[in-house]
């Protein structure tokens, strides 16, 4: 979870104002007392002067909470992506119209058949230490991300390689993943079958190479700025964790001369009214509007608004009472007001989600996904009442089991989750318990299935729909509800090898509605990326993807 700076404890005496981001995400112990003065923005004035004096260009950005990890197989979520994807790089790069890029690959040739795919490296890729990045490098990463013994949580999304998926689950052997180096700089990559969409899945920050020699004398290196390497825009230049990260701009990266920062300060602060004031003092550059400030400062000229691929939305615990039920199931999800939680709760222009995959996905016709297939989750009391009624009568039900709603601690998570114990109270008749704890131990328990009803939130990791869809096969490490249809299950595995792009859309709409009908899971909302910028800052890339990219930004 994430722990508010020492500074920032000093300033919390004096003012804090209420309420927090509705990703994954207050705070604990501060960090040593100093003897250097504080200023009102929670950095000190021999920071200020010291980057002021030597005209340095440093943007100050807010990281919310220690990065789970800086090893790519492992810092699978928004924490961890948003500062690796600007200190390394992978084959490809969303550029800045969020689509495929060449990157440490300057270009690449794909067989007649579409499973093969040959990246040439660039000759001036290199590490920060200034060693050559190589094909072998990209080998080790990937062979590392399959390894079932590294358990990463992003492993699946390698399943498109051949034989990955069976390395991965323990019935086929690295010798037969499809991941060759053919020379130093040329990288082949043989799939299982045509695969579209495969340059925007390799921009994930999974996909990162690793360097190989650095990482097999010291396997922690990745835990220390001190041992971290890295091939992207920015170098890790110190990283006192759980309070502040800086980046220092890479001389060693391929394209350096685009990039125009020198430094970028990464603070660690988990309440949204502290950051905005942190804004205001000029302690960031960069901030999330807090929710009960949207009436007043998102019309802006200062105000970005961005599109996100993804979702807030609520896990059921098919294994627990009384969530086995599937009518039950429906009845809350029928019960809960989206338009009244995103309006009044969340605001900041966000829509309410009345099915799973989120707008901006276009089919080969170029409609979009969410239109074309309709809304399936809706708000209807009567309905829910009804549903209710029916679950419990199938269940033997005198009354409801005791239900408890599970979230990780942040102020706005806290409102959202309080709304729907009201709307589920009023709409249902039903006590619902809450209970919140911080990330790390949340989510832990949330993958081993210990919780009943639980919030999530998901962000897609490549530009396609079956992204989100094939979260919830059967014994998905994403699952995390105890679900499983075949027919489902089936119709995600036909999406992913499908050559005609219309059928293949076809099975993505028909998985979608089976997942409303048996509703493991309750959509509540979709994300946007809503931030006011300091004058004099531009050139921030916010993919809809979920992490975003300073290789363009400025700071006059």
């Given at each position: 979870?994430?722990?508010?700076?020492?500074l920032l404890l000093?300033?919390l005496?004096?003012?804090?104002?209420?309420?927090c981001?509705?990703?994954?995400?207050?705070?604990?112990?501060?960090?040593?007392?100093?003897?250097?003065?504080?200023?009102?923005?929670?950095?000190?004035?021999?920071?200020?002067?010291?980057?002021?004096?030597?005209?340095?260009?440093?943007?100050?950005?807010?990281?919310?909470?220690?990065?789970t990890?800086?090893?790519?197989?492992?810092?699978?979520?928004?924490?961890?992506?948003?500062?690796?994807?600007?200190l390394?790089?992978?084959?490809?790069?969303?550029?800045?119209?969020?689509?495929?890029?060449?990157?440490?690959?300057?270009?690449?040739d794909?067989?007649?058949d579409?499973?093969?795919?040959?990246?040439?490296?660039?000759?001036?890729?290199?590490?920060?230490?200034?060693?050559?990045?190589?094909?072998?490098?990209?080998?080790f990463?990937w062979?590392?991300?399959?390894?079932?013994?590294?358990?990463?949580?992003?492993?699946?999304?390698?399943?498109?390689?051949?034989?990955?998926?069976?390395?991965?689950?323990?019935?086929?052997?690295?010798?037969?993943?499809?991941?060759?180096?053919?020379?130093?700089?040329?990288?082949?990559?043989?799939?299982?079958?045509?695969?579209?969409?495969?340059?925007h899945?390799?921009?994930n920050?999974?996909?990162?190479?690793?360097?190989?020699e650095?990482?097999?004398?010291?396997?922690?290196?990745?835990?220390?700025?001190?041992?971290?390497?890295?091939?992207?825009?920015?170098?890790?230049?110190?990283?006192?964790?759980?309070?502040?990260?800086?980046?220092?701009?890479n001389?060693?990266?391929?394209d350096?001369?685009?990039?125009?920062?020198?430094?970028?300060?990464?603070?660690?602060?988990?309440?949204?009214?502290?950051q905005?004031?942190?804004?205001?003092?000029g302690?960031?550059?960069?901030?999330?509007?807090?929710?009960?400030?949207?009436?007043?400062?998102?019309?802006?000229?200062?105000?970005?608004?961005d599109?996100?691929?993804?979702?807030?939305?609520?896990?059921f615990?098919?294994?627990?009472?009384?969530?086995?039920?599937?009518?039950?199931?429906?009845?809350?999800?029928?019960?809960?007001?989206?338009?009244?939680?995103?309006?009044?709760?969340?605001?900041?222009?966000?829509?309410?989600a009345?099915?799973?995959?989120?707008?901006?996905?276009?089919?080969?016709?170029?409609?979009?996904?969410?239109?074309?297939?309709g809304?399936?989750?809706?708000?209807?009391?009567?309905?829910?009442?009804?549903?209710?009624?029916?679950?419990?009568?199938e269940?033997?039900?005198?009354?409801l089991?005791?239900?408890?709603?599970?979230?990780?601690?942040?102020?706005?998570?806290?409102?959202?989750?309080?709304?729907?114990?009201?709307?589920?109270?009023?709409?249902l008749?039903?006590?619902?318990?809450?209970?919140?704890t911080?990330?790390?131990?949340?989510?832990?328990?949330?993958?081993?299935?210990?919780?009943?009803?639980?919030?999530?939130?998901?962000?897609?990791?490549?530009?396609?729909p079956?992204n989100?869809?094939e979260?919830?096969i059967?014994?998905?490490?994403m699952?995390?509800?105890?679900?499983?249809?075949?027919?489902?299950d089936?119709?995600?595995?036909?999406?992913?090898?499908?050559?005609?792009?219309?059928?293949?859309?076809?099975?993505?709409?028909?998985?979608?509605?089976?997942?409303?009908?048996?509703?493991?899971?309750?959509p509540?909302?979709?994300?946007?990326?809503?931030?006011?910028?300091?004058?004099?800052?531009?050139?921030?890339v916010?993919?809809?993807?979920?992490?975003?990219?300073?290789?363009?930004?400025?700071?006059?």
């Open positions: 979870m994430k722990k508010f700076l020492l000093a300033l005496t004096v003012i804090v104002l209420a309420a981001t509705a990703n994954e995400s207050a705070g604990e112990d501060p960090e040593e007392e100093s003897d250097t003065e504080e200023t009102e923005d929670g950095t000190s004035d021999t920071d200020e002067e010291a980057e002021e004096g030597e005209g340095e260009n440093v943007l100050r950005l807010n990281n919310w909470e220690e990065p990890s800086f090893n790519p197989s492992i810092g699978f979520d928004e924490n961890s992506w948003k500062p690796l994807n600007n390394m790089e992978g084959l490809t790069r969303l550029g800045e119209d969020s689509t495929p890029e060449p990157a440490m690959a300057e270009d690449w794909v067989s007649d579409g499973t093969v795919y040959t990246f040439h490296l660039r000759e001036d890729a290199n590490w920060s230490n200034g060693d050559p990045v190589t094909a072998e490098d990209f080998v990463a062979q590392q991300l399959l390894d079932p013994e590294t358990g990463s949580p992003a492993a699946f999304l390698a399943y498109f390689v051949k034989g990955g998926e069976a390395f991965n689950s323990g019935e086929g052997s690295v010798e037969d993943v499809g991941v060759t180096a053919v020379d130093e700089k040329t990288f082949e990559v043989e799939l299982e079958d045509p695969t579209g969409f495969f340059l899945v390799v921009t920050p999974a996909f990162f190479p690793i360097n190989q650095v990482a097999e004398e010291n396997p922690d290196w990745h835990a220390e700025a001190e041992s971290f390497v890295s091939n992207g825009p920015f170098m890790l230049e110190s990283w006192e964790h759980d309070s502040e990260m800086i980046f220092a701009k001389e060693e990266y391929w350096v001369d685009t990039v125009s920062l020198d430094k970028v300060h990464w603070a660690m602060v988990n309440d949204q009214n502290t905005y004031q942190m804004f205001e003092t302690g960031l550059d960069v901030a999330e509007i807090p929710a009960e400030m949207s009436d007043e400062l998102i019309d802006g000229d200062n105000v970005a608004i599109e996100m691929g993804g979702l807030e939305f609520f896990r615990n098919v294994e627990e009472e009384p969530f086995q039920n599937q009518k039950i199931r429906q009845a809350f999800a029928l019960a809960v007001d989206r338009q009244e939680i995103t309006d009044f709760v969340v605001k900041n222009e966000v829509e309410p009345y099915g799973f995959v989120s707008p901006g996905f276009t089919n080969p016709s170029g409609e979009d996904f969410r239109d074309m297939n809304d399936l989750v809706t708000f209807d009391p009567e309905e829910a009442v009804q549903l209710l009624e029916e679950g419990m009568e269940e033997g039900y005198d009354e089991p005791p239900v408890t709603l599970s979230y990780n601690t942040a102020d706005l998570n806290k409102s959202i989750a309080e709304t729907m114990q009201s709307m589920l109270s009023e709409n008749g039903i006590d619902v318990t809450l209970e919140n911080e990330w790390n131990v949340f989510l832990e328990d949330q993958q081993n299935l210990e919780h009943q009803f639980s919030r999530s939130s998901f962000l897609f990791d490549y530009g396609d079956v989100f869809l979260s919830f059967t014994d998905s490490s699952n995390r509800t105890g679900w499983s249809n075949e027919e489902y089936q119709l995600i595995a036909d999406a992913k090898s499908e050559e005609d792009e219309e059928l293949r859309w076809e099975h993505m709409y028909n998985a979608e509605q089976i997942l409303a009908e048996e509703m493991p899971i309750l509540l909302r979709y994300y946007n990326q809503v931030f006011i910028e300091a004058d004099g800052v531009s050139g921030i916010r993919h809809p993807v979920g992490y975003f990219d300073l290789k363009y930004a400025e700071k006059e």
